[in-house]
Every structure is written in C-alpha cells, then in structure tokens.
C-alpha cells in the first residue's frame, strides 16, 4: 500500500438542471446536458507542481506561442476553457509525460433521479463520491482536494457529507478494505495547484466528447486515461475498452 495520496478533482460543465422558478435548463438549451468530474492522482505533488511551472515557462519562452499572444496575455494557471488553443494542445501532450493517474465520472443530468436533479449541490456531492469511492482507499493517507471557487463553509462540508456517506456506505459493502486509512479534504482555487489545472484540463476534454461531439484534445491524452465511468448509462471505458464517438 502506498504512503500517502494526493487526489485533484475539477469539473467541466455544471450540475444545475432546474432554475429557482422550476424551468428545466437543460431541456432549453440554458444549461449543459452533462456534468464531467475528473481525479488526477499523485504521490509526489510538489514534484508534479514544479514540473508543471517549469512546462509553463518553457511554453512563455517559444518564439511561436510568444509572436500570436496579446499583450495583455498572462499564463498565470492552465485553464482548458479560456487557453489559446495552441497552448492547450502543448499541455495536453505535456500530461502524457507525467507519473499520473486518472479517472473520470460522466453524468448525463437528465437521467439523475429527480432528487438529485432538483439539487444541484447534492448532485455534485454524491457524483465526486462515485468517482472517489473506489480510488481512495489505496495509500494509508490520502488528501483529496477539490477545485472550488466558493468559500463558504456550509456548501464545502454539505459536498463533503455527500463524499463520505458514498465512501462509507462503499466500504461496508467491501469490508476487506482498511477502515483505519486517514483521509483528509481540502478546498482550493484551480490556479493554486497543477493538479488542479490537470484535473481541469482532462474534464474539458471528455466534456468536449459528450457535450458537443468535439474529440480532437480527448484524442490526444485518451491513452493516458485510466477510467471513464458513464454512470447513468452504466458504462465503464478503459484503455482496452476505449471511448468512441459512436457510443
């Protein structure tokens, strides 16, 4: 068993289905149809987090990318939704070199049951503890943090509720796995860490995949995905059972 764990998890798309005055948002194009959760996993987060900002420095120092940037362009953190599209393709064939692992849930919202759908902060708790409930449980510490821009405390412990009770009610089911493990959260901006940005970037590319057919960047790192569970479809895809666009 490994020492210690790292888990970042981020997220593309959102969990709202409904507004405050009931109308579904994603029946009328107001909302996505599909919410992505993605988990990046490390033993050595600083040695992920140095190799990352060194990628960074290297990608502000080439003449190509240099000559297309605006001058009010600032590389502060990768984020896959707002990146010049030449910077995201770098990074993406950048996380194939790295020592990572990685899994992703898929939701498709409209098939959620209905307390789920009419709770967009529950949806979101109970879908990280799916994704979460059978990778955590593999280092005798795991610290899983979460890539949140909120800061209230109320929504960081009711998502954290959620995790468990899944995470509990996963190991009851398989009491061979060790109960006395330390697992710990935490609830950080996406700028503050590379597995962060990494997490981002593996959750927009799937994301493309569902939401709009788009498979171009999930083509690019698709080897370096571990799992992808669609789960309200119940579908696995694995390196040996991969995600094609037909599915």
Do not use: W
Request: aromatic share 12%; charged share 25%; proline share 2%.
């Amino acid at each position: 068993m490994e020492t210690k764990n790292y888990i970042f998890i981020d997220e593309s798309g959102k969990p709202e289905v409904y507004s405050s005055k009931g109308l579904n948002l994603v029946e009328n194009g107001q909302a996505t149809k599909f919410l992505v959760l993605s988990a990046i996993r490390t033993q050595d987060q600083l040695n992920l987090q140095q190799k990352v900002i060194d990628f960074k420095s290297q990608i502000l120092k080439e003449k190509e990318l240099v000559s297309i940037f605006s001058p009010a362009y600032a590389l502060d953190s990768f984020h896959a939704n707002s990146d010049y599209i030449q910077v995201r393709e770098r990074f993406y064939s950048f996380i194939n070199t790295l020592d990572i692992k990685i899994d992703v849930l898929v939701v498709e919202k409209l098939k959620c049951y209905s307390s789920l759908k009419e709770n967009p902060g529950k949806l979101y708790g109970v879908m990280a503890g799916q994704l979460l409930k059978n990778i955590c449980h593999q280092a005798e510490e795991t610290e899983i943090i979460f890539s949140r821009k909120d800061s209230k405390f109320k929504l960081r412990k009711e998502l954290e509720i959620e995790v468990e009770r899944i995470r509990l009610d996963y190991l009851e089911k398989h009491p061979k796995l060790n109960t006395k493990l330390k697992l710990s959260y935490q609830h950080n901006p996406h700028y503050t860490h590379a597995g962060l940005q990494i997490a981002d970037y593996i959750a927009y590319a799937v994301f493309q995949f569902y939401e709009n057919k788009k498979t171009n960047y999930y083509e690019i790192i698709k080897n370096k995905v571990g799992k992808i569970q669609d789960i309200c479809n119940k579908k696995y895809f694995t390196q040996s059972n991969p995600l094609k666009l037909s599915t």
